[in-house]
């Protein structure tokens, strides 16, 4: 058309998305296959691998990755749920010198029971990052650490400190048990078919040994905490729902405790009852701090007597008016126990 922009149609029945092979990829499926080598090169030269190291690939794709892994690495162990990748990885690589190092898992990594290994390597889905990253930092066996490529709000989200924006309770949960540093951002141009968002390359290291934290207990600590990150913890304290659900627990584990001291059993976990708590969620990319909280009225009675003895826990610490995206990880765990100190437990 005169003074117009002719568009350019695609052939009829031409994948939009489609690998030299002639293997389509699915966005929706998180497959976005490393394309630069130069990129490549520079995550397996700062994952700091040994020629001694079995290395875990999660997501192998079509195997542009693990190619340099295997090159740099004794042996490779690729996880991988699609069956069209798994038999295109093992067609690239056969009758190698390296097929006999290299063992493909085919299936969902988060219901695979991972073999042991030295380091990990990943280009992942995006859609599984958060249970994916605490899969890996709860593993049986020690690692060195994992290098993985994560959607680049995720993985600022997992870098952030205290006063950051995007600090949250995956920052907090993950440095507990890991150290963590930004490696590369990654630009969308750099896969095949290129993701909505810009991607980040991040380092983890379990600590060791692991710190001495009830899992359950802490990860309900935070949940409470994070309910809305930028409000006082007075404020979060003072909601009838978190005060009802900590007195219900509270009076739950009392009772446990007279039972199992009159019958000299020892004592159980009891978990934490979260039911009716709303929280900001980390994996979430919108956060409303400016939503209504329901406020504890003053009734009198035992309710109020807990809310006291509540109250007194945050200001015994001077945590009263302080807010959870300004606290560093000392301070969550100094005031989780000043809570444990007064017969508050979480799990």
Not at 90 to 95: E, L, N, S, Y
Not at 135 to 163: D, N, W
Not at 221 to 234: A, D, E, H, P, Q
Not at 311 to 323: A, D
């Amino acid at each position: 058309m005169a003074g117009g922009k002719m568009r350019k149609e695609k052939p009829k029945g031409a994948p939009s998305n489609q690998y030299q092979g002639g293997i389509s990829f699915h966005k929706s499926k998180g497959q976005h296959i490393l394309k630069n080598p130069l990129l490549v090169d520079s995550i397996v030269q700062k994952a700091g691998i040994k020629s001694t190291d079995v290395i875990l690939e999660i997501g192998p794709g079509t195997g542009n990755l693990t190619k340099k892994l295997l090159e740099a690495g004794k042996e490779v162990i690729a996880v991988e749920l699609d069956s069209r990748m798994v038999l295109e990885l093992q067609r690239r690589f056969q009758g190698t010198s390296s097929s006999n190092r290299l063992k493909v898992i085919q299936g969902d990594v988060l219901k695979t029971e991972l073999p042991r290994f030295d380091i990990c390597v990943a280009n992942i889905p995006y859609q599984i990052s958060s249970p994916l990253t605490f899969k890996l930092l709860f593993h049986p066996t020690s690692f060195r650490c994992a290098v993985i490529m994560y959607q680049r709000e995720f993985a600022m989200r997992l870098v952030a400190q205290p006063g950051d924006s995007l600090y949250c309770r995956l920052s907090v949960n993950t440095q507990l048990y890991a150290r963590v540093s930004h490696l590369l951002k990654v630009g969308k141009n750099n896969f095949r078919p290129p993701p909505k968002v810009d991607s980040s390359v991040v380092r983890i290291e379990p600590r060791r040994p692991q710190p001495q934290v009830n899992k359950k207990e802490w990860d309900g600590f935070l949940r409470v905490c994070f309910i809305r990150k930028n409000k006082t913890l007075g404020s979060i304290f003072r909601q009838k729902s978190v005060l009802s659900m900590l007195e219900k627990n509270y009076k739950t584990l009392q009772a446990v405790l007279v039972s199992l001291q009159n019958t000299g059993e020892p004592a159980l976990n009891t978990a934490m009852d979260l039911a009716g708590i709303e929280e900001d969620d980390d994996n979430d990319m919108d956060e409303d701090d400016d939503m209504e909280m329901e406020m504890d009225g003053g009734e009198g009675g035992e309710a109020s007597e807990f809310k006291v003895k509540v109250m007194n826990v945050l200001m015994e610490g001077g945590f009263e008016e302080k807010r959870s995206s300004k606290l560093s990880q000392q301070e969550f765990l100094y005031l989780l126990s000043l809570f444990n100190k007064s017969g508050i437990h979480f799990s």
